[in-house]
């Protein structure tokens, strides 16, 4: 009698991929690219023949085609890379990162032969890199007001000579800075381009107005209450404050002319 030997299974072959390499030909592909150049291409030709970002054009491109690629592209990078930043969540993380990939859109030249994705990749990765090592340089050179040993010379003499009433050199600068900061908004405003702008330019004024019944403890904490107030949610307020970005280089020069 002959027993039959059934042979093993064949193990499948495994294929790993480079970080990115399978999810960047699903999420940011030829469709994204063309979107981002007809982002750039989105301009409007004022009467002296110059052009100026058609700011309603860009915005509707950018949430539809462009922010999905975006917003994947970094959370790959935190997941392979493991960025951090300390007291940063890490939605905060890749809303500031989307914020800044969203200022330089018009920075990736086409014709310079880099493929789009190639480029806002290592962009991005720089960016997050920087921004961890920023953060974790915070932590290496925190030291516990409570650890006197730690502190340096001129850190006890300056808690010593602390006064709880500011000088009057003190009151004027802070004097001319609500000031400044009110006419600052003021011309925002007029800049405002659309309805959520507007609305992050009053939360803010609102935060102003009542900085001191407010504890702002970090840029976190500042952005959740705008958050709060206007009710926008993680990406659009990202997308309203790059665009005010740009906005407020431009109204501080007329303001401290």
């Known amino acids: 009698m002959t027993t039959q030997v059934t042979p093993p299974p064949q193990r499948k072959k495994i294929t790993r991929r480079k970080p990115g390499e399978k999810s960047s030909k699903y999420y940011f592909d030829d469709n994204t690219q063309n979107a981002i150049i007809r982002f750039q291409e989105a301009v409007i030709v004022q009467a002296d023949g110059t052009t100026k970002p058609d700011h309603k054009a860009r915005d509707k491109i950018y949430a539809v085609e462009i922010l999905p690629a975006f917003s994947t592209l970094i959370e790959n990078l935190i997941n392979v ?3 951090h930043a300390i007291f940063e969540s890490r939605d905060d993380l890749k809303n500031e990162c989307l914020e800044f990939l969203y200022g330089v859109i018009d920075k990736w030249k086409k014709d310079r032969g880099s493929k789009a994705f190639a480029y806002f990749n290592i962009v991005a990765k720089h960016w997050l890199t920087i921004k961890s090592k920023q953060a974790a340089k915070i932590v290496q050179n925190y030291v516990s007001i409570d650890n006197r040993d730690a502190l340096s010379r001129q850190d006890v003499q300056s808690i010593e000579d602390y006064n709880v009433l500011p ?3 003190d009151v ?9 900061l009110k006419a600052l908004l003021a011309a925002l405003q007029d800049k405002a381009k659309t309805d959520n702008e507007k609305l992050c330019l009053k939360a803010i004024q609102t935060i102003a107005d009542n900085i001191d019944e407010i504890e702002l403890l970090s840029k976190r904490a500042v952005m959740t ?13 990202s997308m309203v404050l790059s665009s005010l970005k740009k906005q407020y280089k431009v109204a501080k020069e007329e303001v401290l002319r």
Do not use: C, F, M, V
């Not at 004027?172 to 400044?180: E, F, I, M, S, V």
């Open 81 to 83: 890379y493991g960025y």
């Open 167 to 169: 000088s009057p050199e």
């Open 172 to 180: 004027l600068t802070n004097q001319d800075y609500a000031k400044n």
């Open 225 to 237: 209450y705008i958050r709060e107030i206007t009710g926008l949610t993680g990406k659009q307020l």
